[in-house]
Nanobody, 119 residues
C-alpha cells in the first residue's frame, strides 16, 4: 500500500517562507510525475507546480518566481519551497504522485497540509 505524507505547513506572515515536503511510503516500482496542488476555501483545487521524473518543472502563473518544486528520487520525496508568500497563497496544499507498481499505474494524493499567510 502506498501513502503520501506531507509536512511543513503552518502560519507565516506575508513575505515569509515555508518549505513543504512529501514523502512516498510503500512498495512500488517507480514514481513518475509528482506535483503540488492547493485548495482554498470555496475554490477548486488547482495545480501549483509539477515535476517530472527527469526534473522538468512547470508552475502556475501565480507562483512563478516565488515557488520552487524539487525532488529527491533516492528519498522518494518532493519539496515545495515557497518564498515571498502572500495572503492569497493561504490554502490546504496537497501532494500528488503518479506511481507504477505491481498493480499497474495510478495517481495518489496526500491528506494535505494547511498553509496560512497572514497580512
Amino acid at each position: 500500500q502506498v501513502q503520501l505524507v506531507e509536512s511543513g505547513g503552518g502560519l507565516v506572515q506575508a513575505g515569509g517562507s515555508l518549505r513543504l515536503s512529501c514523502g512516498v511510503l510503500g512498495s512500488m516500482f517507480s514514481i513518475n510525475a509528482m506535483a503540488w496542488y492547493r485548495q482554498a476555501p470555496g475554490k477548486q483545487r488547482e495545480l501549483v507546480a509539477g515535476i517530472t521524473s527527469s526534473g522538468g518543472t512547470n508552475y502556475a502563473d501565480s507562483v512563478k518566481g516565488r515557488f520552487t518544486i524539487s525532488r529527491d528520487n533516492a528519498k522518494n520525496t518532493v519539496y515545495l519551497q515557497m518564498n515571498s508568500l502572500k495572503p492569497e497563497d493561504t490554502a490546504v496544499y496537497y501532494c500528488n504522485a503518479n506511481i507504477r507498481g505491481a498493480w499497474g499505474r495510478d495517481n495518489y494524493w496526500g491528506r494535505g497540509t494547511q498553509v496560512t499567510v497572514s497580512s
